[in-house]
């Protein structure tokens, strides 16, 4: 079955360390998205590709680094410099049709101690 | 930048009644797409509904349905014979279809509805 697969679930780190979450997709989408979802928040973009080798920051990029080397793939490395980094991290994908929705995967929980 | 403001945090309905989430936008933008995603506690993001901007008719699926009035920039989302599965945050979000932001979505704060049995 297609989908988007974000790995791990649950992350606990103590601060001060990078930390990186997996995002692979085998929908064959050109598009991939991070989106982090605080309470009361609703969702905020941090980055998001149209295409291999380039991607572009979102609203809330500061603290986070991405790369897009292969189309199934989009990592996500929360820094050091991220100031308040535990929250609920999803990965998304869409074709590059700008009236479609995006894919969505499980999400990752990160918790800074 | 487009906004979009979801005025309920949370809302409650009984099992086989119908509810209505409210949703408004603001954009400049005459053409754009808006969408309705389920978040249930399992936290993975479901598609409800799409709408098209330049489309006069309103979207169904099945049970949901959407007011979308353009000039008021309002797109509510109407849920029918409600069931406790359709229990989870709803989020109303906005897209694009010009310009650098035409590959992201907008969304709102979500709303929160519970279904009494």
């Known amino acids: 079955d297609g989908g988007i697969t974000q790995s791990p679930k649950y992350l606990f780190r103590k601060e001060g360390q990078n930390v990186t979450l997996s995002c692979e997709q085998n929908l064959n989408h050109d598009a991939m998205y991070w989106y982090r979802q605080d309470p009361g928040q609703g969702l905020r973009l941090i980055y998001y590709?149209?295409?291999?080798?380039?991607?572009q920051k979102g609203d809330i990029a500061e603290g986070y680094s991405v790369s897009r080397e292969k189309k199934e793939s989009f990592p996500l490395t929360v820094t050091s410099a991220q100031k308040n980094p535990t929250a609920f991290y999803l990965c998304a994908s869409s074709i590059r049709d700008r009236g479609q929705e995006l894919f969505f995967g499980e999400g990752s929980r990160l918790t800074v101690l | 930048a487009q906004t979009v403001t979801q005025s309920q945090p949370e809302m409650s309905v009984q099992e086989a009644e119908t509810v209505t989430l409210s949703c408004t936008y603001d954009?400049?933008?005459?053409?754009?797409?808006l969408f309705w995603y389920k978040q249930p506690p399992s936290r993975q993001m479901i598609l409800v509904i799409r709408?098209?901007?330049?489309?006069?008719q309103n979207a169904t699926e099945n049970r949901f349905s959407v007011n979308f009035q353009k000039a008021a920039k309002s797109f509510s989302l109407k849920i029918s014979d409600s069931q406790l599965g359709d229990a989870a945050m709803y989020f109303c979000a906005y897209r694009s279809v010009g310009g650098a932001g035409s590959y992201q979505l907008t969304f709102g704060k979500g709303t929160k509805l519970s279904v009494i049995p």
């Open positions: 709408q098209e901007a330049y489309k006069q």
């Open positions: 590709s149209q295409i291999v080798n380039d991607f």
């Open positions: 954009t400049s933008e005459s053409d754009y797409y």
